[in-house]
């Protein structure tokens, strides 16, 4: 019998074909580094994702032109094989196009989470397959432990940096092919081994904003694949009184305070978007308090019987784990809140977690509605 290599497989390391996913960031080619220096059979692949403008190109974003740039350079570097495919039709119906409309709705999106669902873990993990590739490899900083071919996601040691939020969705076919090797890693570990890997992008800043908004302004992106959607509507308290005007709904975000331009007692926060109506309706904090969450759309990566029991649960990347109880009898998916919580927000994804001697484990999640 093979022995187990390092990424739970039954073959030799040298006989282990891998695919790594490039973006072009210290976090990926690390990944891609480590795979080469243990003697895997690596091959570098990089998403086009989007038509890049000057803005976009000058911000601190993933999966532009300069990043593709960067992920080439550090292929040649490793000595790896590096292809690029081009999926720029795809994301902008996928990603961008759910993004607007979502906003549109009264929602606040993820639109991290509808790409590694449409696009990263789904057509790149054809590619891979297509490559005959034993796994994909990713730097998403995620804990996954392999046992009789079955992986299960765990948050990162590094919580500050734990993307498990956005990865919710990915089906168990794809987290048996999957393999995080940066999630038992500090960032700063991390750019440590590309420094000895000596990878010039050791010290390149982390992207910080979605891929394709500029500096953060969604507003911008909205404007410019849907300009009519900028129509002036009132703004009501939570009696139905109008207070005041607004310059368009997607101007706003469920919890959002600044920016409303009324003048109160108290500070306001937007309560409720009404799109049909055209309507932000605002109120105090203590009206943003939260006890039940309608979901849809669930992915499940543990039996039913993993939620007889409490669960943890977080409603923003961001956020904390929030102790629950999911309540699957019904038509409707519902999450009781132990815990106060506050702003919470559709078309965001809530997550589930347990929690065992291994850490934080992803159980699934599913979309915000109500």
């Known amino acids: 019998m093979e022995k187990i290599n390092s990424i739970g497989i039954n073959k030799k390391t040298k006989d282990t074909k891998v695919v790594v996913a490039m973006s072009g960031g210290v976090d990926s080619s690390t990944v891609a580094g480590m795979m080469k220096k243990e003697g895997y059979?690596?091959?570098?692949?990089?998403?086009?994702?989007?038509?890049?403008?000057?803005e976009v190109a000058h911000s601190k974003q993933c999966c532009s032109g300069q990043d593709i740039m960067d992920a080439k350079r550090v292929a040649h570097k490793l000595d790896i094989k590096h292809k690029v495919f081009y999926y720029q039709n795809k994301f902008k119906k996928n990603v961008i196009d759910n993004f607007v409309e979502s906003y549109l709705k009264g929602e606040t999106p993820v639109?991290?989470?509808?790409?590694?669902?449409?696009?990263?873990?789904?057509?790149?993990?054809?590619?891979?397959?297509?490559?005959?590739?034993?796994?994909?490899?990713?730097?998403?900083?995620?804990?996954?432990?392999?046992?009789?071919?079955?992986?299960?996601?765990?948050r990162a040691l590094d919580e500050n940096r734990?993307?498990?939020?956005?990865?919710?969705?990915?089906?168990?076919?794809?987290?048996?092919?999957l393999r995080f090797p940066l999630g038992k890693l500090l960032k700063s570990e991390t750019r440590e081994i590309a420094k000895k890997l000596e990878l010039n992008v050791h010290d390149k800043p982390d992207s910080q904003d979605i891929c394709f908004v500029p500096n953060g302004?969604?507003?911008?992106?909205?404007?410019?694949?849907?300009?009519?959607?900028?129509?002036?509507?009132?703004?009501?308290?939570?009696?139905?009184?109008?207070?005041?005007?607004?310059?368009?709904?997607?101007?706003?975000?469920?919890?959002?305070?600044?920016?409303?331009?009324?003048s109160s007692s108290e500070p306001l926060y937007v309560i409720e978007i009404n799109p049909s109506k055209n309507?932000?309706?605002?109120?105090?904090?203590?009206?943003?308090?939260?006890?039940?969450?309608?979901?849809?759309?669930?992915?499940?990566?543990?039996?039913?019987?993993?939620?007889e029991k409490n669960i943890y649960v977080k409603v923003r990347s961001t956020g904390k784990l929030i102790k629950s109880k999911l309540d699957l009898s019904q038509n409707k998916v519902k999450i009781n809140l132990l815990e106060d919580e506050y702003g919470i927000s559709p078309g965001q994804a809530c997550v589930f977690y347990s929690k065992n001697k291994n850490g934080d484990k992803v159980l699934g999640g599913g979309w915000i509605a109500n």
């Open 279 to 307: 309507e932000v309706v605002v109120g105090l904090k203590k009206e943003l308090l939260k006890k039940q969450i309608i979901l849809k759309d669930l992915n499940l990566l543990a039996d039913k019987s993993a939620f």
């Open 162 to 177: 734990d993307q498990s939020y956005f990865l919710f969705n990915t089906t168990r076919e794809q987290l048996n092919y």
């Open 217 to 262: 302004d969604y507003v911008s992106v909205i404007e410019k694949f849907r300009p009519e959607s900028f129509k002036v509507g009132n703004i009501k308290n939570t009696s139905g009184k109008v207070i005041g005007t607004h310059k368009g709904i997607i101007n706003f975000t469920i919890g959002q305070r600044k920016g409303i331009k009324i």
């Open 111 to 154: 639109p991290c989470v509808q790409c590694n669902k449409t696009v990263k873990f789904n057509d790149l993990f054809q590619e891979a397959k297509n490559l005959n590739a034993d796994a994909l490899i990713t730097g998403h900083y995620v804990k996954s432990l392999t046992e009789n071919n079955k992986t299960d996601m765990y």
């Open 41 to 54: 059979n690596v091959i570098g692949v990089t998403l086009k994702l989007y038509d890049d403008t000057k």
